[in-house]
């Protein structure tokens, strides 16, 4: 692989005006093609397999028109001091909001609170519902607007007024200031990391380019394949990060085959090749974990992932490419790793030939292997522990800032009915197979009545054929609770009581038993979802590095860092520990997509680093250095690169704990301290004490295994037989010839 990618990126520097032509005309056509798409409005969302799910199919069939899995808005009214709602002006102020909200194109149907008895005991507080045709994330913009502002004139007249419910929910929002405030961090490591602003410009440029591509035909396909905006978010992500750490280990490796005294076209065959052939692996690894999200049987999992990954496809071809051929633009301007400007009167010799921080960390660490291992894994251990009590969940209303309406609204419903009213259990009943489906309904209704944590019954509402009916139970306790959860389990335990003695099915939905078997569903997949990414990069691995016992230091390695970020989120977000640092106003379970995100996200970014920074101490192994003098030589040409990298990743994750939604500040949170953990720890202290203690048996590799496995070469061993070869002026123009000699 190595000499093919040798002579790629050869031929790139050669043809750098074909190939930035074609990347150029495919940046175009797919920003024509997105801006002439169809709106593709937001993703619709279902859970296979899960109670929830069939009785929300259930009741389309048997309910058809009723929107069953439609939107609920709830307008909450709180009458001022001294005042009740049921008050003539008060009762003709919430009229004309119910008049206005009935007007919408995407309304079903509008409740009134005093027809309803949604007024509180004291008469403090009322409510009314508003039902729509669409779930809450694929609501028009129009009307979720319309929503928040139909309480503006029972506010003018006095009234307290808030807005809650699963309406107001919308698609994740790019996180614009964290993506302005990431790159731009980016652009200042870069230009440190590389020494010029022309170098440090080339990551930046390709990988916007790369994501330009990428989310550019994710809007082209959004109608057709039914993708929302989370999967354009991921991928932007995704892409920028993969698309600078490979770009940026690529020119960093151009800069040190310039040092060695190659020139220009030679060193950037020399850098794809083997650089290259890093990339190519590591890009390999976050594919895996990013399309192996399809184990979950998400229909919205698994688009994300495979859009991320594809994204990641684009971002590794255009550093093998486009890089080249930029770098053959960019010319002189690009200096060889350690070379100054010039100053006047001033020696560099002595300074260039002191040994960089990376060879004095590595040389640290090979000293006092066992000091530094022990530190590292009791540290990321102990802070580990709190994902012990890992409580997972899906954050609700309550679970918001309480400066929004949604949680002022969520505060008022819990005070004027009870905590429980804000997440209602909608029970189904199938009497299709019934003798007598009205005295199923009845019996079923009064069993539920005697079950813990049961607050209020609702009578059974059958559909026009009789055969099935709804009841809605109010939980005494919120949503989020395991109260609640042991509810929603309890009932469905009774259901084969039920079945046996009226021969009804019972299901249990609603939004927030569709949460609880989200989180379950996610919970389960966790361990096969692990196993197959692991599984997979660990054989990867084993073909890259030619070693059992490094890939598998390696995903150890992964393990803890994961672990003790979840560790870290458990403390903050969970229990309150320093929650206030960061912003953080409502503790609670951790949101159950966290898990398995952080395991495929860091996972692709750890092996990122595993690989850049092994494969050169690989590299120098195969070419004869000791075992620990190749660790030494990886950290002094790859050490400053990772970490560069990892201060880039945690300035782009770390921009979306400003944000004000609990769910993405706990995403940026949790990403950029585990890339912290994973980078700063794992791969800066853990690896190399371990490579120190293994010596030459950390590349034992058993002789059948190695002659069954492929060789792809990504040490550059094929390489070394083009240093007797005669130096090659290249056939192209006077310009790449006058390149070439500089």
Do not use: C
């Amino acid at each position: 692989m190595a000499t093919f990618l040798y002579n790629l990126g050869r031929l790139a520097f050669r043809r750098r005006h074909f190939v930035a032509l074609i990347w150029v005309a495919l940046l175009t056509l797919a920003g024509v093609g997105a801006a002439s798409a169809p709106a593709a409005g937001t993703t619709s969302f279902s859970i296979p397999g899960t109670e929830a799910q069939k009785a929300f199919d259930l009741l389309e069939q048997r309910f058809p028109g009723a929107s069953a899995d439609g939107a609920t808005g709830r307008i909450v009214f709180k009458a001022p001091d001294g005042q009740k709602m049921t008050d003539a002006d008060n009762k003709a102020t919430v009229a004309k909001t119910v008049k206005e909200l009935g007007g919408g194109t995407e309304v079903v149907s509008v409740t009134d609170p005093f027809t309803t008895n949604a007024v509180s005991k004291d008469g403090t507080v009322a409510y009314t519902s508003v039902k729509y045709k669409v779930p809450g994330m694929e609501l028009a913009d129009s009307t979720r607007e319309s929503l928040e502002a139909a309480g503006d004139d029972a506010r003018s007249a006095g009234l307290t007024v808030d807005v809650g419910g699963d309406a107001l929910e919308a698609g994740a929002e790019p996180g614009a200031v964290g993506e302005i405030v990431g790159i731009a961090i980016a652009a200042v490591v870069l230009v440190i990391t590389l020494g010029s602003l022309v170098a440090a410009g080339l990551p930046l440029l390709t990988a916007i380019i790369g994501v330009g591509i990428g989310v550019s035909t994710i809007t082209v396909l959004a109608k057709a394949l039914d993708l929302g905006d989370t999967t354009s978010t991921l991928a932007l992500m995704i892409g920028l990060a993969v698309g600078i750490d490979y770009a940026l280990f690529i020119v960093s490796r151009y800069r040190n085959e310039l040092a060695e005294g190659r020139d220009r076209e030679e060193a950037v065959g020399r850098a794809t090749g083997t650089a290259g052939s890093a990339v190519v692996f590591a890009g390999l690894t976050v594919v895996i974990a990013l399309a192996g999200l399809a184990v979950v049987n998400v229909p919205m999992l698994t688009k994300m992932g495979l859009a991320a990954a594809g994204t990641v496809v684009i971002a590794v071809f255009i550093a093998l490419t486009m890089i080249p051929a930029m770098l053959g633009y960019a010319g002189k301007k690009i200096r060889p790793a350690g070379e100054k400007r010039k100053t006047s009167g001033v020696d560099t010799s002595e300074k260039r030939a002191k040994p960089n921080m990376g060879t004095r960390w590595a040389s640290f660490v090979i000293r006092r292997p066992v000091a530094v291992l022990v530190l590292g894994v009791v540290g990321l251990g102990a802070i580990a522990l709190p994902a012990t009590q890992l409580e997972l969940g899906l954050p609700d209303d309550g679970s918001q800032p309480t400066s929004t309406t949604q949680r002022r609204a969520y505060d008022l419903l819990s005070e004027g009915f009870g905590p429980g009213f804000n997440g209602p259990l909608m029970i189904v009943v199938d009497a299709k197979d019934s003798d007598d489906p009205t005295a199923a309904f009845g019996d079923v209704a009064d069993g539920i009545k005697g079950l813990k944590d049961v607050v209020t019954v609702t009578p059974p509402a059958p559909n026009k054929a009789g055969d099935t009916a709804t009841i809605t139970v109010i939980p005494n306790s919120k949503p989020s609770s395991t109260q609640t959860e042991d509810l929603v389990h309890a009932i469905r335990d009774k259901g084969s009581d039920f079945k046996a003695d009226t021969d009804a099915e019972v299901l249990v939905t609603g939004t927030t038993a569709m949460n609880i078997d989200f989180s379950q569903k996610l919970n389960d997949a966790l361990v096969p979802y692990l196993a197959l990414v692991v599984g997979l990069a660990f054989l990867l691995l084993i073909v890259v590095f030619r070693s059992i016992l490094v890939p598998l230091k390696a995903a150890l390695g992964f393990l803890l860092s994961v672990l003790a970020a979840l560790g870290a989120v458990v403390a903050v977000f969970q229990w309150g520990w320093f929650s206030g640092l960061i912003g953080v106003e409502e503790t609670g379970p951790i949101m159950s997509m966290m898990p398995i995100f952080m395991v495929g996200v860091v996972f692709g970014l750890a092996m990122d680093y595993e690989v850049f920074l092994v494969t050169r101490m690989r590299e120098a192994f195969v070419h004869g250095e000791s075992a620990s003098q190749a660790v030494v030589t990886g950290f002094r040409h790859s050490a400053r690169v990772v970490v560069a990298a990892a201060i880039i990743m945690m300035a782009v994750f770390g921009g979306f704990i400003s944000s004000s939604e609990s769910m993405i500040k706990m995403i940026g949170f949790g990403l950029a301290i585990a890339v912290f953990f994973d980078a700063f720890v794992v791969r800066m202290a853990i690896v190399p004490a371990v490579l120190a203690l293994l010596g030459k048996k950390a590349w034992w590799l058993p002789k059948w295994l190695d002659r069954a496995l492929p060789n792809v070469d990504v040490e550059g061993e094929g390489l070394r037989a083009l240093d007797d070869r005669p130096k090659d002026s290249g056939s192209g123009s006077d310009e790449d010839r006058e390149l070439v000699r500089a």
